[in-house]
Structure formats: C-alpha cells, structure tokens
Nanobody, 117 residues
Framework: QVQLVESGGGLVQAGGSLRLSCVAN????????MGWYRQAPGEQRELVAE???????NYADSVKGRFTISRDNAKNTVDLEMNSLKPEDTAVYYC???????????WGQGTQVTVSS
C-alpha cells in the first residue's frame, strides 16, 4: 500500500510564496505521475500540476508561470513551489500518485493553503 504524506501549506498574504512537499513511502518503478490537486469549498477537485517520472510536466492554465512542480525519484518526493499567490489559490491541496495501467490512484491527506487579500 502506497502512502503519501504532505507537508507545507499555511497562511500567506497575496503575492507571497509557499512550498508544498509530498513523500511516498515506496519507490514506484513503473511509469507514473505525481502531482498536486486542489479543492476549494463548494468546488470540484482540480489538477494543479503533475510530473511524470521522466520529468514531463503539465500545469493548469491558472497557475502557469507562478507554480513549479519538481520531483526527486530517488527520494520519492514531489514538491510544488507556489509564487505570486492569489486569494483564488486558497484551497486544500492534495498530493496524488497515478501509476499508468494500475487501477488505484493514491492521495495524500490534504494540506490547507490560505491566501489572504
């Protein structure tokens, strides 16, 4: 069973920065994507950014140019550097692991990010 543990998040003023980190308790050798999703109150969970184990990245349009996702395959970690934060970035952020061809998608417990105006 893969477990994802997140850290980071918190309260920041608009224009500020935060860094989220997530570590998996197992090494996944198969092709996979690690990423971050977010869910604001009353909204559906949405993709923020994801990165494949070959380094290929994908970002939501709303965060392009402000957020950067990175991963360390040796350490089983994925980080999300968030800059120029806006109040609309406020949400619970979830770490995600999707193994290609595998039916189970893994989620972290979520971490709150609040951006004040």
């Amino acid at each position: 069973q893969v477990q994802l543990v997140e850290s980071g998040g918190g309260l920041v003023q608009a224009g500020g920065s935060l860094r989220l980190s997530c570590v998996a308790n197992k090494t996944i050798l198969s092709t996979n994507f690690m990423g971050w999703y977010r869910q604001a109150p009353g909204e559906q969970r949405e993709l923020v950014a994801e990165i494949a184990n070959d380094g290929t990245t994908n970002y939501a349009d709303s965060v392009k140019g402000r957020f950067t996702i990175s991963r360390d395959n040796a350490k089983n970690t994925v980080d999300l550097e968030m800059n120029s934060l806006k109040p609309e970035d406020t949400a619970v952020y979830y770490c995600n692991l999707d193994i290609v061809g595998y039916p189970t998608v893994y989620w972290g417990q979520g971490t709150q990010v609040t951006v004040s105006s």
